[in-house]
Each structure stands twice: as C-alpha cells, then as structure tokens.
C-alpha cells in the first residue's frame, strides 16, 4: 500500500489517479465533498477545528482498513498528516491542550487496531510518497482548483495559516519513521503528461521494488 502525502492543493488527488493507473492499484480518495465540516471551518476555525479532525481521522482509519482488502492500493492523503494539521490547530490555538492530548490517544488506539489487522492480512502502509512544491505553486494550485472557502484573497489570517503548514511540512516529513519514504517534488514534473507520469512511476516503482527485496533479505 502506497500513501500519498503533501501540502493541502499540491496535487495528491491527481498523483493518486495517475499513480493507480500506472500501478493497476485500488485508488482511495479523500471525499471532500462529502465532508460536513470543512467548509464551517475555514469560516470558524476555532469552533470546528476539533471536530474536523476527529472526523478526519475517522476517514483514514476506514481509508486504511479498505486499502488491506486489495493487493495494491494507494491512499491520496496519510492518517499522520491529520496529526500535524491536528497540531498546528493546538498551536494557534483552535485546539485545546485536552484535545490535542485526546486526539493522540485515539490515533494511538487506532493505529494499534491497524497494526493487529495488518499482521492477519499482510497488507499495511509499505511507502508514504511526500508531494511537496514551492509555496507559490501551491498557492496557484490552490486557486486554480476553485475551492471558494481555499482562497486567500482578502485572507491574510488563511495566508499565514497556508505558510505555516508549508514551513512545518518539510520538518513533519524529516521525522516521519511509520514506513519506507520517498519525496518527489512536484514543480519537476507535469503529471499530466504520460512522459512525466513514466518517470514519476518508475521512481516511486524503483523505491517499492527495493522494499520488496528488503523485505526478503
């Protein structure tokens, strides 16, 4: 199972598609909208920000658990990087030091289960693939997918959000130890070309086929 990880707007949807397809994987997405909080809580951060990431959580673990039904699967965003969304959340203070404390229980609790599934299925999270950009690009992907409650103009308070994320990603991926990883920078490659998407494959196919004989050694 490979998940896919990176800044919100960097492109893990369509990585995922291409990435499936090139792999005759099951792609699992993250269903935004069917998401009944996001939308409040970019208008009111403080007031949602716990329940998001509860429900958040929620979904990957379901992510998770239908991914070990298929031999290849790729999951287009990591249940780790709701823990740093759920952190940065405690840092400005949407999320209080009891439910930070509480939400790390419950990914604890969580990942136990996943782990005690995985050993009878032998199907676990193999390669976390970290998408990252420029800030700027992802400022332009983040307009050019259209989300209104995404955009920064007139929001200086989301900018600086968006900026902070983009900072503590980086950091977030260099103590990342759950699985084998890999980063690929985005801004090299146009991933909707099948010349691009045969170079990005092949990496991502060369990093798993070493784990493949890791594994057997």
Do not use: C
Not at 30 to 57: G, H, M, R
Not at 84 to 111: C, H, K, P, R
Not at 141 to 164: C, F, M, N, S, T
């Amino acid at each position: 199972m490979i998940t896919m990880a990176g800044m919100i707007g960097v492109g893990k949807t369509t990585y995922t598609n291409h990435m499936a397809e090139m792999f005759q994987a099951e792609p699992l997405f993250e269903e935004v909208s069917e998401n009944p909080i996001l939308d409040a809580y970019y208008s009111e951060p403080t007031k949602y920000a716990f329940s998001l990431q509860i429900y958040f959580l929620n979904q990957r673990v379901k992510s998770i658990k239908r991914g070990m039904k298929f031999d290849r699967a790729i999951l287009d965003r990591s249940i780790y990087e709701d823990a740093l969304f759920t952190q940065v959340n405690n840092i400005n203070g949407n999320i209080s030091d009891v439910e930070w404390q509480l939400y790390q229980d419950l990914l604890a609790n969580m990942m136990d289960d996943i782990r005690i599934i995985s050993e009878s299925t032998n199907q676990s999270p193999e390669l976390l693939v970290y998408l990252h950009a420029p800030f700027d690009l992802v400022l332009e992907k983040i307009k050019r997918r259209g989300r209104p409650y995404e955009q920064v103009e007139g929001r200086p308070d989301l900018l600086a959000y968006y900026k902070q994320l983009h900072t503590l990603y980086d950091e977030w991926y260099e103590n990342y130890d759950h699985s084998a990883k890999m980063a690929i920078d985005v801004s090299q490659y146009d991933i909707l070309t099948s010349n691009d998407q045969e170079i990005v494959a092949k990496k991502i196919q060369d990093k798993w086929s070493t784990l493949l004989v890791d594994s057997q050694i």
